[in-house]
């Protein structure tokens, strides 16, 4: 990087590193998935400010060239690797996203619209509520839904969906500018909230049951941060659940260390699990879930269940990034239950997956590869030779789309492996399609490096 200093004596150096940094992409000199000195080694390197660096590789990310993580650093990124939550290339196969199977929701949404049209006065009255945690009644009709005894409807929180209600949980738990520790390869929205509120977050050890105790163990022994965040049930993205045994290893950890714990369940209705955490440590764990993989995509609901000692808190942080969560947006929820639709489109969404995972197996039978039945992906080990990136591009120039571990890591370790999604293509015939082109993608091997310049 020496030779970068000339270039960067005149004009913007913001901007002119930021520029060197795509040319060293381009030429080769920075590989896909190498890891750039850190912003202190590289102001030192280059004698400039902390803040222009800063601002390079703002730039150099906004450009698409490298990809920064809280906690871990600057990554050079393949090219043409997918941004997460971009849009799908039109005639592609995609089994990146991970959506429930899609469902005819407009018939009973219609139907329940005859309801308010009924009674004006009504939905005026509902739509007059004000209050941060949701009308009382409409909280009861959740927990009545949800048959928990550990939960209550004095602690339920109404979100817009998981990502919002994660949020939601991450500010009231005061985490801004703070620690937090997550499982090695985790959920991408975790990370995106993480950057923008400056959460460092401090990477726990998987294995074929999740997050491993004795690496939780040994960061507690050593670190202050007293945060977790988890999914337990269909782990996001390597599609473990843990057991009852290791769910009271981590609770007994969290008790003894005093961990408030994020459970992230949002996978939990559509397969057969253990017992939540909350149901466990109901005073230490927040609860998070949504009705968007299964109960009712696109909605945009979800709730919570917090600790009585937080209601106050999750009450300030409802008011500042939403005021209230949609008193109709609620209701809707609410009747979606009341009628019956949920349970019915959870019964559809098993029936519907039954039958791709039957797909699946048919078509990776002989692969290394995780998935819980009732689950919505699945996570294959890649024979040797490929790297998750260059399989994913690989694929991507096939016509099929699909998520590399490294949009999941955050350590900055990428695994050989991908996460496949059943639920996003519109029907069997497609997936049947798409999971035909991946094995003949996996019994013709590695490519030579230029198939796939």
Known sequence: MTIWNTALNKGNKAQALASLIADAIAN???????????????????????????RALALAEQQGHIQCKVGSGCYVKAQNQRQWGEEQQPD???????????????????ELFQLYQHNPAQLNQLLNDETAQGALFQRQILAEWLNQPSMHAEQLFFCYGGQHGLQTALLASGLAGQSLMCEELCYPGLSNLARQLNIKLKPIKLDEQGLCPDSL????????????????????????????????????????????????????????????????????????????KGVFRGLRFGYLHVPQAMIQEFTRSIRANAWLVSPLLIDLACQWIK????????AQQASQLKQRAALLHHYLKGFDYRYQEGGLHCWLQLPSGWSSN???????????????????????????????????????????????????????GVPNSSDLC
């Open 92 to 110: 592609s196969l995609g089994m990146w996203q991970n959506l429930a199977v899609d469902q005819d929701r407009a018939s009973p949404l219609l």
């Open 339 to 346: 009628q019956g639709h949920a349970e019915h489109a959870l």
């Open 28 to 54: 080769g000199e920075l590989q896909a998935g190498e890891k750039l000195p850190t912003q202190r080694a590289l102001a030192e390197q280059l004698q400039l400010g902390i803040g222009t660096i800063t």
């Open 217 to 292: 163990e040994a960061v507690l022994q050593h670190n202050s941060c007293r945060h977790l965040y988890l999914t337990p049930n269909q782990q996001n993205p390597t599609a473990s659940t843990m057991s009852l045994e290791r769910r009271e290893r981590i609770v007994e950890l969290a008790q003894r260390y005093q961990l408030t714990v994020i459970e992230d369940d949002v996978s939990s209705p559509l397969a057969q699990s253990p017992a939540p955490l909350q149901s466990l440590l109901p005073e230490q764990v927040i609860y998070l879930n949504s009705f968007s």
């Open 390 to 444: 260059s399989f994913a591009e690989a694929a991507k120039q096939q016509g099929l789309e699909l998520a590399s571990a490294e949009h999941f890591s955050v350590s900055g370790q990428v695994p050989n492996a991908i996460r496949l999604s059943l639920g996003q293509l519109s029907d069997n015939l497609a997936l049947d399609q798409a999971l035909a082109l991946l094995r003949q993608l996996l019994n013709e």
